[in-house]
């Protein structure tokens, strides 16, 4: 991996992409802090497919239910100085 600076990418930028296409990698400096990385293209190895996790993942009817002592220390700090009502959903 080798560091160059901004103008150097500027005045040559077409030797950096035959050095990236070779597979190096170009850190871009300017005033001597990285600030980009060029890096080969990597094609995705497969697309990806809509559905692909149907009937495999099953969600619980109440996984979006705050436990009501999470809530209380949510909102009170712990569950032991909770003055707010909480219900058994977990709201206020």
């Known amino acids: 991996m080798s560091v160059v600076n901004v103008d150097e990418v500027k005045r040559d930028l077409s030797r950096y992409l035959e050095r990236v296409a070779q597979g190096e990698e170009v850190v871009i400096?300017?005033?001597?802090n990285p600030?980009?990385?060029?890096?080969?293209?990597q094609v995705p190895a497969a697309p990806r497919v809509p559905g692909y996790w149907k009937g495999k993942v099953r969600i619980a009817a109440d996984f979006d239910v705050l436990p009501p002592e999470i809530a209380a220390a949510l909102w009170c700090g712990s569950t032991d100085s909770c003055r707010i009502p909480i219900d058994a959903t977990g709201h206020k």
């Open 29 to 32: 400096a300017s005033a001597g």
């Open 35 to 41: 600030v980009a990385k060029l890096v080969p293209y």
